[in-house]
């Protein structure tokens, strides 16, 4: 008999969290110490949905997303999960780019891009100051209109090469384009500049363990392989319920970490909308997917320090459709070595390029294994000439894509950093059209990525607490009292 995730699980609890990506992660555990009785549903056999990892014979352990994020998740980590993991925060030291463009490391900060920019593509200090600051000042209750490409030509018109320092990171990071509002690029890029680029040490395996073990100290209810098939929303548009393998739970309220045009038009269902809404939520934009190549190296076997993370391109110019296309020119490399993972004897690669799902969605099967064999092999074509010989030294090599994150992490074709712009606005106003129906997760570029994800689950979770508090639901040590 195949074995029941939800044995023993209640018939009610004040929030269900329907999916544990870093953003339900995060939404769970503040919802747990404010006193509430949360129920956390997660389809997956892990926790964590794109803050994920795998393992592979011989002992490798294969990171997904951990190439880097700004320094405020410190801060988020320390606030919202525990001084441990704060603790495990730590700096990287080499970004590099390499390009025909061209070719240099920096540390990735305001006062290292300050020194670029002067010294090698002969900026003024002047200019330099006034684009930071004005990036620096951006923020959502901004202009909107304004695209990041009409910003680029305000202060660097005709800098091609200005343009790809400052924005193929921010690309690779978020998915962003040159056409996306300019405070989504502002707010982003600031972030990462107030002191660098950062990682997690011990990798996202140990991340993931640790804040499960905040989520049980703090009463979650954990189910893994629980996929959640609908929200139940009653005739007076308040959520009543969620049905998840098979089952009713009932619930005050939800916080959905899924997709947010699948929260709307699949799990909840577009009749309980108006239609209106219903119109603004097929129209949000997804954000493109990924390709990743995994290379782990014999045990022992490593190279010498090329970077933490190198931005790759073989294209003339900065190009969103070269760096979504199928025929690469452009990779991401993350260079992990021992001290990523403290006692092991371990370098890995990993690749990642941005990737168009409509592009892998078709293939045949024998097509689709073909095209990966391609991708892993002119990934180590590429890589050679920064780490040579790899090829005698690779012990382990696959390829995921974006059919891969579809099936993880159910996102509509496999997005990997949520939607566009418009899909912020849908995720917050959704409490408006249901009562107690809350979004938080990968929307809008700015709540996207490790501290984005993070950040939105505390802002959503306050939300809720709110809106419980405004609906009388009594928290467990209120009722006591
Ligand atoms: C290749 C790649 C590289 C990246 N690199 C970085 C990086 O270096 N730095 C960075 O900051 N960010 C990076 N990101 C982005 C970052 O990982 C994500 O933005 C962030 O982890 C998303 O968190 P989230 O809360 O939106 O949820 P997700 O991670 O999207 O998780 C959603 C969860 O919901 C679950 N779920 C969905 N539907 C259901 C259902 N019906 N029932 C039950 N469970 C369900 C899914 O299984 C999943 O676990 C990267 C992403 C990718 C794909």
């Given at each position: ?242 049905w998840v393998n098979g089952k009713r739970i009932a619930c005050q309220s939800v ?227």
């Amino acid at each position: 008999m195949s074995k029941d995730f939800l044995s023993d699980v209640r018939d009610h609890y004040d929030v269900i969290v329907i999916g544990s990506g870093l953003a339900g992660l995060t939404g769970a555990n503040v919802l747990a110490k404010a006193g509430y009785s949360v129920l956390l549903l997660e389809h997956h056999y892990q926790l964590g949905g794109m803050a994920t990892w795998f393992k592979r014979r011989g002992g490798h352990i294969f990171d997904i997303s951990l190439h880097g994020f700004p320094i405020g998740m410190i801060k988020s980590c320390r606030k919202y999960w525990t001084q441990e993991i704060a603790d495990s925060i730590v700096p990287l030291k080499g970004i590099r780019f390499e390009n025909p463009q061209f070719s240099l490391w920096t540390s990735f900060n305001r006062e290292d891009f300050t020194r670029i920019l002067i010294e090698k593509f002969g900026v003024t200090a002047e200019t330099v100051q006034a684009f930071f600051d004005a990036a620096r000042q951006m923020n959502y209750y901004d202009d909107q209109t304004t695209t990041t490409r009409e910003l680029f030509e305000r202060f660097f018109p005709g800098r091609s090469d200005v343009v790809r320092l400052l924005m193929e990171p921010i690309t690779y990071a978020n998915g962003s384009t040159l056409e996306d509002p300019a405070l989504t690029y502002g707010i982003v890029f600031s972030n990462f500049m107030s002191k660098g680029v950062y990682t997690f040490q011990g990798g996202t395996d140990k991340l993931i363990r640790q804040m499960r073990e905040e989520l049980e100290r703090n009463g979650v209810d954990i189910r893994i392989r629980s996929l959640v098939e609908r929200i139940e929303v009653n005739p007076g548009r308040q959520v009543s319920a969620v049905w998840v393998n098979g089952k009713r739970i009932a619930c005050q309220s939800v916080l959905s970490n899924a997709n947010i045009k699948s929260t709307v038009l699949n799990l909840a269902g577009e009749q309980n909308f108006d239609p209106s809404f219903v119109e603004e939520t097929r129209a949000v934009r997804l954000n493109n997917s990924s390709c990743q190549v995994y290379i782990a190296l014999k045990p022992g076997a490593g190279f010498d320090y090329c970077g933490d993370l190198l931005f790759h391109s073989e294209h003339s110019g900065f190009d969103i459709d070269a760096m979504l296309s199928k025929s690469i020119s452009s990779r991401t490399f993350s260079f992990y070595y021992p001290e990523t993972r403290p006692g092991s004897d371990r370098w890995l690669i990993v690749s990642s390029t941005n990737a168009n799902y409509a592009d892998w969605s078709t293939l045949s099967d024998e097509e689709y294994e073909a095209d990966k064999q391609r991708l892993c092999e002119s990934t180590l074509d590429c890589l050679e000439q920064y780490v040579p010989n790899v090829r005698e030294k690779v012990d382990w090599l696959e390829a995921s894509t974006p059919r891969t994150f579809r099936h993880y992490t159910r996102h509509l074709e496999g997005a990997s950093f949520g939607t566009k712009f418009e899909g912020l606005k849908v995720s917050q106003s959704l409490p408006q059209q249901v009562s107690g129906l809350f979004h938080a997760g990968s929307v809008g570029i700015i709540m996207s990525g490790w501290l984005g994800a993070v950040n939105y689950g505390v802002i959503v979770a306050n939300e809720i607490d709110k809106h419980l508090t405004a609906t009388g639901a009594l928290r467990p040590s209120a009722a006591a009292s």
